[in-house]
């Protein structure tokens, strides 16, 4: 039985890192020696209160601050991804972090740690819109919820491994490490200068007029993108508590950093043996229930925090709310990605960024007021409070999405598994857009009436050479959904699922 187990298990895992593209795992290798290296984030609170003797009020407008510098370059950085390019943007944006991490922990004057800590804000988020740019551009639409999650992985391995260690070496010195992270920082930057190439897709004639089409006014009127971005940034508030609340509250209860990092450090440990198989389970389910179910288990989650008196029931609250942030992660990247045009992932990506951004500005300073006036224990309510609204938020959104189309999941057996590979020229499908599950795409047999080739549509270009027989023009259905590789027009007036 057990070599029945074992030979299953290394089944799943080859099936689970198969198929996808070298770039990928250049930029998944990127991802984890950064998270290596993580340390500003989950030691801010700790550093100031234990090691600077500052008020939790006092960390709290610190960590907006850093907060602040994130909203601020998640816009910024979204329109350079979709201008100068995803590398570039990736390059000038890691190096920067790596010298204002540096700097951070040299600053002993109480204003130029706020100001350093806004520029390592805007610094180090700038990156993010790139990374998750460039990923969608090089993972075929069927691979990316597994992509993302493997990405994720990454993050959280780094992650287990850097609160550990870190804690430990926060217990000697601080200032290593901040020094640490600023170097693993520019180690990201040589690995995407040498073995990543530009991603952005190549442009036509046509293609340049939509994307000078998508602004930021665009992003800002898909009302139903708006809807995802402010429904992820109360799920965010909930994920920010674990540097930012977690820590305050542990060290009033006379907890060391490094007691902090062995119990946070279980969130880690945790994506790392679930992550995979996990989302294995839910790559094809329904995405309103994921995301109603992971938005109530966070809340609640983070909520039992109030209960915890030792470091072991600290441990068993991060394990409940990191079941729901398994789940919850890739779900909410696979929306925020189908929901965006090719050609301004940028901006969306930076938009959606913003609502994380925003969370790291707001969270700090409700934990320290929270903290400070009423104690702890209102903090983990509000949490229970929070991950309910969102519940019923995605509720009420995902079954909008759902009658449109957008959300229905589908396994990816049928669909054309092609990006960027130009059809044949007597077939019907569009060069990018994926085949319905139920019908035939050979080049030979005619297209249905309402197939989406029209050569009137707005979306699919006509085929090169002229059809076999004549096809009557139609509207085009409903965009598929997870992993649809078409994403429509941004700005359209019927209500497209555009971000």
Not at 269 to 286: A, G, K, N, S
């Amino acid at each position: 039985m057990s070599a029945a187990v074992l030979t299953g298990l290394r089944r799943a895992a080859r099936e689970s890192v198969s198929g996808l593209p070298r770039e990928f795992w250049w930029l998944w290798t990127s991802t984890l020696i950064n998270r290596l290296g993580a340390f500003v984030a989950t030691f801010m609170a700790l550093y100031l209160t234990l090691d600077r003797g500052y008020s939790a009020s006092y960390a709290g407008l610190v960590a907006s601050l850093h907060g602040l510098g994130g909203v601020v370059s998640s816009l910024g950085s979204g329109v350079m991804t979709d201008r100068l390019g995803r590398r570039p943007t990736l390059l000038v944006a890691q190096v920067c972090t790596a010298v204002s991490v540096a700097l951070l922990g040299f600053m002993r004057d109480p204003v130029a740690i706020a100001a350093v800590a806004f520029l390592v804000g805007m610094a180090s988020n700038a990156s993010r819109p790139a990374v998750q740019a460039m990923m969608a551009d090089i993972v075929r639409p069927e691979d990316r919820v597994r992509a993302f999650s493997l990405n994720y992985w990454a993050i959280n391995l780094g992650f287990a491994v850097s609160s550990a260690g870190a804690g430990l070496v926060a217990q000697y010195s601080y200032l290593a490490g901040f020094i640490g992270e600023a170097a693993l920082t520019l180690v990201c930057a040589v690995l995407v200068f040498l073995k990543l190439p530009e991603s952005r897709p190549v442009r036509t004639a046509v293609e340049q007029a939509d994307e000078s089409a998508v602004r930021l006014g665009t992003v800002l009127r898909d009302g139903r993108f708006m809807s995802v971005v402010g429904l992820s940034f109360l799920v965010a508030l909930l994920f920010q508590q674990a540097s930012v609340g977690l820590p305050v509250a542990m060290g009033r209860d006379g907890f060391s950093s490094a007691d902090y990092g062995m119990a946070v450090a279980v969130n880690g440990v945790l994506i790392m043996v679930l992550q995979i198989p996990v989302t294995r389970f839910i790559e094809h389910r329904d995405p309103r229930r994921l995301l109603i179910i992971s938005s109530v288990v966070a809340g609640y989650g983070f909520g039992l925090t109030a209960f915890a008196g030792s470091i072991g029931l600290y441990a068993l609250t991060v394990c409940v709310w990191t079941l729901a942030e398994i789940v919850n992660a890739p779900t909410q990247t696979g929306l925020v990605v189908r929901l965006s045009p090719v050609h301004g992932r940028g901006r969306y990506q930076g938009m959606y960024m913003m609502s994380w951004a925003g969370a790291a500005l707001v969270a700090p300073l409700m934990s320290g007021v929270i903290i400070d006036r009423f104690g702890a224990r209102w903090l983990w309510a509000t949490c229970a409070v929070l991950g309910t609204v969102a519940a019923l938020g995605y509720g009420v959104l995902m079954r909008r999405l759902t009658g449109d189309g957008a959300a229905t999941p589908t396994a990816p057996a049928n669909r054309s598994t092609s990006r960027v590979s130009p059809a044949p020229a007597n077939r019907s499908t569009s060069p990018v857009s994926p085949a319905p599950a139920n019908r035939s795409t050979s080049p030979v047999s005619p297209a249905p009436a309402n197939r989406s080739a029209s050569p009137t549509s707005p979306i699919s270009p006509a085929p090169s050479t002229p059809r076999r027989r004549p096809v009557t023009p139609a509207r085009r259905p409903p965009s598929a959904v997870v992993g649809a590789a078409v994403p429509p027009s941004p700005g359209c007036p019927d209500g497209s699922t555009s971000r």
